[in-house]
């Protein structure tokens, strides 16, 4: 699920519901880069990034592993 803002920033929200994991393909961003802000396969606090402190990721797949929800964010 793709969600864009208004500001024309754009977040990207990947479940998966299977006890393995997956790979998806993420859209390659014309400005900007793709970082991740939340991991619910870490324990609390760590499944969640302060704002600001979000980790880069690195290529157009994001793997994620079984039974979690991750969300990226564009900057």
């Known amino acids: 699920m793709t ?3 208004f500001s ?3 977040d990207i929200v990947m479940m998966n519901m299977h006890w393995e994991s ?3 393909e993420i859209p390659i961003l014309k400005a ?3 970082y991740m802000a939340i991991s619910t396969v ?3 606090p760590a499944d969640t990034a302060e ?3 979000e ?3 690195d290529g157009n797949v994001c793997a994620v592993e079984g039974r979690n ?4 964010v564009s900057k």
């Open 51 to 53: 704002f600001g402190n």
């Open 22 to 24: 997956l790979t998806f």
């Open 42 to 44: 870490a324990a609390s």
């Open 55 to 57: 980790m880069l990721t």
């Open 69 to 72: 929800i991750v969300a990226l």
């Open 8 to 10: 024309g920033e754009e």
């Open 3 to 5: 969600i864009a803002s």
């Open 32 to 34: 900007g880069q793709w």
